[in-house]
């Protein structure tokens, strides 16, 4: 039986994400996912820029920012009633090449994440 130095359980954005770290840095891995590929649902949708800061590390930023796109705004619905509406705008402007918000859903994300992760050629099943 193969041996891994890690064993990642759960390939969603976040456990994709440790993977590619993992993989930058030649770290033997394994993930492991009940689910076949990418999801088909979208339960997240917004990438913040802390997460595109790693993914311009990693070179694949670009792809996030040429396929998702940009919040200015955002509304706060109850019982189908908007309640307050909000401006983002450029909130982290100056502290970071990022400074907004950026709808990228799960499934484009796992997508770039697992197709950034096979550059590396590492375990996944």
């Known amino acids: 039986m193969k041996q891994y130095d890690v064993i990642i359980i759960g390939a969603g954005p976040t456990g994709l994400m440790v993977a590619n770290q993992l993989a930058r840095f030649n770290i033997d891995l394994l ?3 009940s689910k076949a590929g990418p999801t088909d649902q979208s339960r997240a ?3 913040t820029a802390r997460s595109m800061e790693i993914y311009q590390q990693m070179g694949i930023s670009d792809v996030a920012i040429e396929e998702g796109r940009f919040i200015t705004d955002f509304a706060i619905f109850s019982a189908g ?3 307050a509406t909000a401006h983002v705008g450029e909130f982290g402007k100056g502290q ?3 400074s907004y918000l950026r709808a ?3 499934r484009k994300n796992e997508k770039l994440l697992e197709k950034n992760l096979a550059i590396y050629k590492k375990g996944f099943c």
């Open 96 to 98: 970071t090449d990022f």
């Open 81 to 83: 009633k908007e309640k």
């Open 45 to 47: 949708i917004v990438i």
């Open 104 to 106: 990228f859903e799960k």
């Open 31 to 33: 993930i492991i996912d």
